[in-house]
Protein backbone atom coordinates (compact mmCIF):
# COMPACT_ATOMS: atom_id res chain seq x y z
CA UNK A 1 0.00 0.00 0.00
CA UNK A 2 3.00 2.25 0.32
CA UNK A 3 2.93 3.06 -3.31
CA UNK A 4 0.13 5.53 -3.12
CA UNK A 5 3.13 8.01 -2.56
CA UNK A 6 4.70 7.69 -5.43
CA UNK A 7 1.82 8.67 -7.48
CA UNK A 8 0.18 4.84 -8.41
CA UNK A 9 -3.44 5.03 -8.09
CA UNK A 10 -4.92 4.06 -4.39
CA UNK A 11 -7.64 1.40 -6.10
CA UNK A 12 -4.60 -0.41 -7.64
CA UNK A 13 -2.81 -0.82 -4.18
CA UNK A 14 -5.79 -2.37 -2.70
CA UNK A 15 -6.18 -4.97 -5.35
CA UNK A 16 -2.63 -5.40 -5.17
CA UNK A 17 -2.91 -5.75 -1.16
CA UNK A 18 -5.74 -8.19 -1.67
CA UNK A 19 -4.15 -10.62 -4.44
CA UNK A 20 -0.84 -10.52 -1.79
CA UNK A 21 -3.27 -10.82 1.47
CA UNK A 22 -0.81 -8.05 2.92
CA UNK A 23 -1.90 -5.17 5.36
CA UNK A 24 -0.29 -2.48 7.03
CA UNK A 25 -2.08 -0.84 9.90
CA UNK A 26 0.62 1.84 9.94
CA UNK A 27 0.00 3.62 13.46
CA UNK A 28 -3.46 2.90 13.52
CA UNK A 29 -2.72 -0.67 15.14
CA UNK A 30 -3.59 0.88 18.62
CA UNK A 31 -7.02 2.16 17.06
CA UNK A 32 -7.48 -1.25 15.99
CA UNK A 33 -6.47 -2.83 19.37
CA UNK A 34 -8.94 -0.54 21.48
CA UNK A 35 -12.01 -1.47 19.37
CA UNK A 36 -10.76 -5.12 19.65
CA UNK A 37 -10.70 -4.20 23.65
CA UNK A 38 -13.34 -2.83 24.23
CA UNK A 39 -15.32 -5.19 21.83
CA UNK A 40 -14.47 -8.15 23.94
CA UNK A 41 -14.95 -5.42 27.69
CA UNK A 42 -18.67 -5.05 25.68
CA UNK A 43 -18.97 -9.08 25.90
CA UNK A 44 -17.17 -9.84 29.43
CA UNK A 45 -19.18 -7.33 30.99
CA UNK A 46 -22.99 -8.70 30.67
CA UNK A 47 -21.64 -12.43 32.17
CA UNK A 48 -20.30 -10.08 35.64
CA UNK A 49 -23.20 -7.67 35.61
CA UNK A 50 -24.92 -9.05 38.18
CA UNK A 51 -21.70 -9.13 40.56
CA UNK A 52 -21.19 -5.24 40.21
CA UNK A 53 -23.48 -2.33 41.24
CA UNK A 54 -25.74 -0.26 38.42
CA UNK A 55 -23.41 2.75 39.34
CA UNK A 56 -21.19 3.83 37.16
CA UNK A 57 -18.48 4.14 39.57
CA UNK A 58 -18.02 3.64 42.77
CA UNK A 59 -15.43 4.22 45.50
CA UNK A 60 -12.54 1.63 46.37
CA UNK A 61 -9.46 1.70 48.06
CA UNK A 62 -6.66 1.11 45.39
CA UNK A 63 -4.69 -2.13 45.48
CA UNK A 64 -1.51 -2.77 47.67
CA UNK A 65 1.38 -2.76 46.48
CA UNK A 66 1.62 -6.13 47.30
CA UNK A 67 -0.79 -6.29 44.30
CA UNK A 68 1.39 -4.21 41.96
CA UNK A 69 3.97 -6.40 42.39
CA UNK A 70 2.16 -9.85 41.62
CA UNK A 71 0.57 -8.06 38.54
CA UNK A 72 3.65 -7.15 37.00
CA UNK A 73 4.64 -10.55 37.79
CA UNK A 74 2.13 -12.04 36.35
CA UNK A 75 2.45 -9.62 32.90
CA UNK A 76 5.79 -11.17 32.76
CA UNK A 77 4.85 -14.50 32.84
CA UNK A 78 2.14 -13.74 30.45
CA UNK A 79 3.96 -12.01 27.73
CA UNK A 80 6.85 -14.76 28.03
CA UNK A 81 4.03 -17.54 27.42
CA UNK A 82 2.71 -15.28 24.65
CA UNK A 83 6.29 -15.09 23.17
CA UNK A 84 6.46 -18.74 23.14
CA UNK A 85 3.82 -19.33 20.78
CA UNK A 86 4.08 -15.77 19.01
CA UNK A 87 7.48 -14.53 18.92
CA UNK A 88 8.12 -10.41 18.88
CA UNK A 89 8.01 -9.20 15.12
CA UNK A 90 5.03 -11.79 13.89
CA UNK A 91 2.14 -9.69 12.86
CA UNK A 92 -1.30 -11.48 13.27
CA UNK A 93 -4.00 -9.07 11.84
CA UNK A 94 -1.53 -5.99 12.02
CA UNK A 95 -0.95 -6.41 15.52
CA UNK A 96 2.10 -7.90 17.53
CA UNK A 97 0.78 -9.81 20.05
CA UNK A 98 4.00 -10.71 21.71
CA UNK A 99 2.85 -7.36 23.35
CA UNK A 100 -0.59 -7.88 24.67
CA UNK A 101 -0.22 -9.10 27.87
CA UNK A 102 0.37 -5.54 29.01
CA UNK A 103 -1.80 -3.61 27.15
CA UNK A 104 -4.97 -6.10 28.28
CA UNK A 105 -3.72 -5.60 31.70
CA UNK A 106 -3.63 -1.97 31.15
CA UNK A 107 -7.11 -1.60 29.64
CA UNK A 108 -8.03 -3.38 32.57
CA UNK A 109 -6.54 -1.40 35.03
CA UNK A 110 -8.24 1.78 33.55
CA UNK A 111 -11.63 0.31 33.91
CA UNK A 112 -10.69 -0.70 37.36
CA UNK A 113 -9.17 2.82 38.11
CA UNK A 114 -12.38 4.54 36.79
CA UNK A 115 -15.00 1.98 38.43
CA UNK A 116 -13.30 2.61 41.85
CA UNK A 117 -12.36 6.12 41.35
CA UNK A 118 -8.79 5.66 42.23
CA UNK A 119 -7.27 8.41 40.82
CA UNK A 120 -9.53 10.76 42.57
CA UNK A 121 -8.24 8.99 45.61
CA UNK A 122 -4.56 9.73 44.93
CA UNK A 123 -2.22 10.93 47.65
CA UNK A 124 1.42 12.35 48.05
CA UNK A 125 1.52 9.49 50.19
CA UNK A 126 0.45 6.93 47.80
CA UNK A 127 2.67 8.63 45.13
CA UNK A 128 5.88 9.12 47.24
CA UNK A 129 7.18 5.22 46.63
CA UNK A 130 7.01 5.17 43.36
CA UNK A 131 8.68 8.11 42.44
CA UNK A 132 11.31 7.25 44.94
CA UNK A 133 11.34 3.53 42.89
CA UNK A 134 11.66 6.19 39.70
CA UNK A 135 14.16 8.18 40.87
CA UNK A 136 16.42 5.13 41.38
CA UNK A 137 15.30 3.03 38.17
CA UNK A 138 15.68 5.61 35.75
CA UNK A 139 19.59 6.70 36.27
CA UNK A 140 19.88 2.20 36.42
CA UNK A 141 18.39 1.92 33.58
CA UNK A 142 20.41 4.31 31.35
CA UNK A 143 23.60 2.97 32.86
CA UNK A 144 22.45 -0.73 31.83
CA UNK A 145 22.18 0.70 28.64
CA UNK A 146 25.07 2.06 28.01
CA UNK A 147 26.59 -0.82 29.56
CA UNK A 148 25.01 -3.46 27.13
CA UNK A 149 26.40 -0.97 23.65
CA UNK A 150 29.55 -0.59 24.69
Not at 17 to 38: C, D, M, R, T
Not at 105 to 129: C, E, M, N, T, Y
Amino acid sequence: MGQCRRGTRFLGNVRLALQHKEFINGPLWFVQALLLFSLGYCAWRPCWARRWPRTNARRGLSPAYRWWLASALGVGAAALAIRQVIPVGVNVFGLQLAYFASYVFLFAVGIAAWRHDWLRQLSWKDARPWIVALAIAWPCGAVSIAVATN
